[in-house]
């Protein structure tokens, strides 16, 4: 009985790593894609190069942040009283997560489908 309670347990923290991973990484790519837009007319800048370098790669970053996001929604909602310390900050990453995807999935179709 205690070994699969600490197995359990073992499961659960890789989960949440994986969870906070994800987070941070996908709040990451948005501020890069924020940066990308503000700094556009400033030449060779760090963010357009890491952008051209994501373009090339877009489906499956889009499909990572599709899956990423809806899993640290979903996860949110389900656990939302296991999170007592940093519950703001965690809403807050997973607001700009969805508002970000939703953000990008509509300047990208529109990119792809009727201005080019």
């Given at each position: 009985m205690?070994?699969?309670?600490?197995?359990a347990s073992s499961e659960s923290r890789t989960e949440q790593r994986l969870l906070d991973a994800s987070l941070v990484l996908l709040v990451a790519?948005?501020?890069?894609?924020v940066a990308d837009i503000l700094m556009d007319s400033l030449p060779d800048n760090a963010a357009a190069r890491a952008m051209d370098f994501i373009d090339a790669?877009?489906?499956w970053i889009t499909l990572f942040e599709a899956i990423a996001a809806a899993a640290l929604f979903i996860d949110l909602v389900v656990r939302f009283d296991h999170y007592q310390g940093g519950r703001?900050?965690?809403?807050?990453g997973v607001a700009i997560i969805g508002a970000g995807f939703i953000?990008?999935?509509?300047?990208?179709?529109?990119?792809?489908?009727?201005?080019?």
């Open positions: 205690y070994f699969r309670t600490m197995e790519y948005n501020v890069l894609f790669r877009r489906g703001t900050w965690r809403i807050l953000f990008k999935a509509f300047t990208f179709y529109l990119n792809s489908s009727y201005l080019e």
